[in-house]
């Protein structure tokens, strides 16, 4: 049923069970908001979105007041409008007030408002807030000093995530979020995913940090520093430049990235392809040998952990495929460092991942050979972007250039790894042509692109019917896993990755971004599938010559020492 | 190994979120606090997050998450207490002890908590002691009283 609604003396139709703030949001008008999060049931808590309804003798909050039809709302009144700045305020009243060290300086919600309500002079000044720095994490940053206790990255943690590692904990003015126990990051269930990062207004949550190391070990004459970067950095670094959203720049970061100084540039993607052989022919064991069905990606280290905590019971169920950063790190370290005659110690290996999870996958101790670490740092897609900044290169005047070989040569079936759905469609690719012995017809996998939750299909592979199912958001995940421990046994192969839509979402990506965004991001990864010659992982050449030279086999004994991993149980606290 | 809250947990066969106080609370009775093995423990009896458990224990003054002393002493800080100077009192205590509010020294001996009023506005400001009222209190009789507590363990 449709009503009509009026608008500051404007005429709007609104449905009903909508929101006031869905209503001006269809129709191109907006409330500022802080506590919203779209998708999620309204809170109501922060009272940014208020406006005045025609009648009412209170204000109302636009995000969580239903529509009524003949309903007169004025969105910026003058009352609205102090209303709004008395909140922002008070915020500012007990902020610590140091933007200009602040990692989101002109990228924070909190200055925004403050900006666009007009507060150019402290009105309301109030005990400044004291809170130790939470660094137990080896990927997240909390600082509860700058919170102002919007509450989103509680929520995501929960109802996103399903991992409820933080909780508004206290009460009144001496409310803050913290863990439990006060324990710290480190010693909570938190899986590093960084969502929380994404969906924080100001600068209370950041990455930890591996800029420092990485600029020392570049000004270090006897290092050969190699960077790789994961598939989907090259359509979202773009935007932290100001260009739109989607944009594909690879050829201008390989450019920026040699400018830096790295010695040698190397594509995730060709891992990515790495891990399609060991991961596409691990489901063909297992469907042939009786092994553990349904097997689950290992891609993802935030899922990886998760697992380790909240489903024990499927670890065997994992495959046990190191993911594509620590795959290309093996490989840097031994083959790599083998051909070019270096010394592994001698080699510091960085990587760029969308993700601040890998920071924590990196540190993890079965990531080692013979003492060595793989990867010995991670950026996130802001480090990259800042790290560009500083060396004060403008990437408008780059000129494009290509990895290096023989490690940054992809096939298009790595690259669509950023995207939820891809590389369950990676490897069904590869698995076709290992059970078949011919390649698909068509290469797209049905029903599994897109950034829906859950998608799930049925794959006809030869003779066998392969069930699927492609999850994002670990609350999605923990579902479906406990819909297979009771009983269900038509699935054979899971993706799971932790931020919704996948990599190309992930938590160390440039924050700001809408669903929009990332949508052009994920249409730009499948687009240069679609432009590819080379669109599965076994055709690649450098990966063939890998396995003759080097490897052997899929499988075999130099794969298993250096591509495969186990799994520890973790208690929750 | 039976754990020791088994017996309360037992007493709620089908619980749900609802009944989280009512637990925690007996839990408090039986332990003294809530310890973090029995905080994880309701967690995993009520199927929800121990950093949740730990947001609504926080929230209320009740709870206390560290084991009490031999002398639990509350100091009242409700109204009356507040105008005839109960923060110096605190102020006073917290010195004399060397904890702060919510904490247990060192040897066990004293717990100290912050209460919103104990009802005996007229004895203000007040402070008890494992329930033994000490009214009027100031500086001065607050070293008298901690030292006759002190002098109590020596003897015995």
């Known amino acids: ?30 409330v500022p908001t802080l506590c919203h999060m779209k998708g999620l049931f309204p809170t109501g808590s922060c009272r940014m979105c208020v406006v005045e309804v025609e009648g009412r003798r209170n204000l109302v909050t636009a995000c969580s007041e239903p529509v009524t039809d003949g309903m007169k709302i004025s969105t910026h009144s003058s009352r609205v409008i102090e209303s709004r700045k008395t909140i922002v305020e008070l915020l500012l009243s007990n902020h610590p007030d140091d933007c200009l060290y602040c990692e989101r300086n002109g990228n924070c919600e909190l200055q925004k408002l403050s900006e666009d309500l007009n507060i150019r002079e402290r009105r309301i000044s109030g005990q400044k807030n004291n809170y130790k720095l939470d660094v137990s994490s080896a990927s997240i940053v909390r600082d509860p ?60 949550l950041k990455e930890k940090s591996h800029l420092a190391e990485t600029k020392d070990n570049l000004n270090d004459p006897n290092k050969t520093v190699i960077i790789q970067y994961a598939p989907s950095i090259s359509v979202t670094l773009a935007e932290e430049f100001g260009f739109k959203p989607g944009q594909n720049i690879i050829g201008i970061m390989n450019a920026a990235l040699r400018r830096i100084g790295f010695d040698y540039v190397f594509d995730t993607s060709f891992s990515a392809d790495l891990t399609i052989m060991e991961e596409a022919s691990e489901l063909v064991h297992r469907v042939k040998s009786g092994g553990t069905l349904p097997m689950v990606t290992s891609c993802c280290p935030a899922w990886v952990k998760f697992a380790e905590e909240f489903h024990q019971d499927m670890l065997d169920n994992l495959s046990t495929c190191k993911s594509p950063q620590q795959m290309m790190g093996a490989i840097v370290k031994s083959y790599f460092a083998q051909t070019e005659g270096i010394d592994p110690e001698k080699i510091y290996s960085v990587s760029v991942m969308p993700c601040t999870a890998k920071k924590f ?20 897609t802001r480090e990259l972007a800042r790290l560009i900044r500083l060396h004060g290169i403008d990437i408008h005047k780059l000129e494009p250039e290509i990895a290096d070989s023989p490690l940054g040569t992809r096939s298009s079936a790595g690259k669509i790894f950023g995207a939820s759905g891809g590389v369950m469609e990676a490897a069904i690719r590869t698995a076709h042509y290992l059970i078949t012995g011919k390649e698909m017809v068509k290469f797209q996998v049905r029903g599994v692109r897109g950034l829906e939750g859950r998608k799930e299909a049925k794959v006809q592979i030869g003779e066998l019917e392969v069930g699927v199912a492609v999850v994002s958001g670990l609350q999605n995940a923990s579902l479906l ?19 919704p839509g996948g990599c190309i ?31 599965v992982s076994h055709k690649n050449p450098y990966i063939v010559e890998l396995y003759d030279k080097f490897l052997g086999k899929p499988l075999g004994h130099k794969s298993h020492e250096l591509l495969h991993t186990h799994y520890q149980k973790r208690e929750i606290k | ?13 089908s619980a749900g979120h609802d009944s989280l106080i009512p637990i925690l609370q007996q839990v408090q009775e039986h332990l003294g606090f809530l310890s973090e093995e029995s905080v994880v423990e309701v967690g995993k009896f009520l199927k ?79 402070i008890s002691i494992n329930g033994e009222f000490h009214a009027k209190v100031n500086s001065e009789s607050i070293k008298t009283i901690f030292e006759a507590y002190r002098n109590r363990e020596v003897v015995s």
């Open chain 1, 481 to 499: 896993m406990e819909e297979i421990k009771n009983g269900r046994n038509d699935i054979h192969f899971i993706e799971v990755m932790a931020c």
């Open chain 2, 1 to 13: 190994m039976r754990s020791e809250i088994q017996d309360i947990l037992d007493k709620y066969p």
């Open chain 1, 145 to 204: 000093a700058k919170c102002i206790l919007c509450g989103r990255c509680v929520r995501v943690c929960e109802e996103i995530e399903g991992v409820s590692a933080i909780e508004f904990v206290g009460r009144g003015s001496k409310t803050f979020i913290d863990t439990a126990f006060n324990h710290g990051l480190n010693l909570s269930s938190c899986v590093n995913c960084g969502q929380c990062i994404m969906v924080c207004p100001t600068g209370a």
């Open chain 2, 48 to 126: 929800m997050p121990t950093s949740k458990i730990f947001g609504v224990a926080t929230f209320y003054n009740q709870f206390r998450f560290t084991q009490p002393g031999k002398y639990h002493v509350q100091v009242c800080r409700g109204t009356a207490c507040h105008v005839l100077g109960s923060a110096t009192v605190l102020d006073e205590i917290e010195k004399n002890l060397k904890v702060k509010a919510g904490m247990t020294t060192k040897d066990k001996l004293f717990s100290l908590e912050v209460v919103a009023c104990i009802g005996a506005c007229g004895l203000a400001p007040v």
């Open chain 1, 361 to 380: 996958e990196q540190q993890r101790e079965e990531m080692t050979q013979n003492g060595i670490s793989d990867v010995d740092a991670v950026l996130t």
């Open chain 1, 1 to 30: 049923m449709n009503f009509t609604i009026e608008v500051n003396n404007n005429k709007l139709s609104a449905n009903k069970g909508e929101t006031i703030l869905d209503a001006l949001q269809r129709n191109g008008m907006s």
């Open chain 1, 505 to 535: 979402n992930g938590g160390g990506q440039p924050i700001g971004a809408d669903e929009e965004a990332i949508r052009a991001r994920m249409t730009t990864l499948y687009d240069i599938d679609e432009k590819d010659a080379i669109k």
